[in-house]
């Protein structure tokens, strides 16, 4: 099983909020090794919520680079989102690497890849890694179906994946920030 699939990660824009939510849990080929590991964390300033999937080592260096980015770019997702796309596509040691992200800032939501995928959702929904299938129809379900805010839906979508999918666990991490659309207090 490749690494990358161990994990979930889901993002829900919604009522003026993204929120991109982690479970805990790191495996190592059927072993689990860590219970509370903490796979969101925030960029530039707190002004970008990225979560991976993928191996620890793997995702710290895509943080780390795409960090540098950020600041290359002074804080514009978009721009950084593509200037990591192109190294980690071209580079002959980060194409590589096995992880995946999520990233969100107060406008966008995105999902990058290593094949150099951008990929900005439709439904303000996304999710990744081995339990992202589950998540990501849950998350749907609950946005269709119910008032919850983005944290709660992304909480809640990660909880049922940990119910169905082995490698996700629900010692969750949640990460927020104010979208541009949000209404003034």
Same mark, same amino acid.
């Given at each position: 099983?490749?690494a990358f699939h161990?994990?979930?990660?889901?993002?829900?824009?919604?009522?003026?909020?993204?929120?991109?939510?982690?479970?805990?849990?790191? %495996?190592?080929?059927?072993?689990?090794?860590?219970?509370?590991?903490? @796979?969101?964390?925030?960029?530039?300033?707190?002004?970008? =919520?990225?979560?991976?999937?993928?191996?620890?080592?793997?995702?710290?260096?895509?943080?780390?680079?795409?960090?540098?980015? !950020?600041?290359?770019?002074?804080?514009?997702?978009?721009?950084?989102? =593509?200037?990591?796309?192109?190294?980690?596509?071209?580079?002959?040691?980060?194409?590589?690497?096995?992880?995946? !992200?999520?990233?969100?800032?107060?406008?966008?939501?995105?999902?990058? &890849?290593?094949?150099?995928?951008?990929?900005?959702?439709?439904?303000?929904?996304?999710?990744?890694g081995s339990g992202g299938p589950f998540?990501?129809?849950?998350?749907?379900? !609950?946005?269709?179906? %119910?008032?919850?805010?983005?944290?709660? =839906? +992304?909480? @809640? +979508? !990660?909880?049922?994946?940990?119910?169905?999918?082995?490698? %996700?666990?629900?010692?969750? &991490? =949640?990460?927020?920030?104010? %979208?541009?659309?949000? @209404?003034?207090?």
């Amino acid at each position: 099983m490749n690494a990358f699939h161990a994990t979930t990660i889901v993002a829900v824009k919604r009522g003026g909020q993204v929120a991109i939510a982690g479970d805990g849990q790191v %495996t190592v080929g059927d072993v689990v090794m860590k219970h509370r590991a903490v @796979k969101v964390r925030r960029l530039f300033n707190e002004r970008v =919520v990225v979560g991976f999937a993928g191996t620890v080592a793997d995702a710290f260096t895509l943080f780390d680079k795409f960090e540098q980015h !950020l600041e290359r770019h002074q804080g514009n997702l978009l721009r950084a989102a =593509v200037g990591l796309s192109k190294e980690w596509r071209t580079d002959k040691y980060l194409r590589h690497l096995e992880a995946m !992200l999520i990233a969100a800032d107060e406008e966008h939501l995105l999902l990058l &890849s290593g094949d150099g995928e951008i990929i900005e959702p439709d439904e303000n929904i996304t999710a990744i890694g081995s339990g992202g299938p589950f998540a990501h129809a849950a998350a749907r379900a !609950l946005m269709e179906n %119910t008032e919850l805010g983005a944290t709660e =839906v +992304a909480r @809640k +979508a !990660l909880e049922i994946a940990a119910q169905l999918c082995i490698y %996700t666990n629900d010692n969750i &991490s =949640v990460e927020t920030l104010a %979208t541009s659309d949000a @209404k003034p207090a």
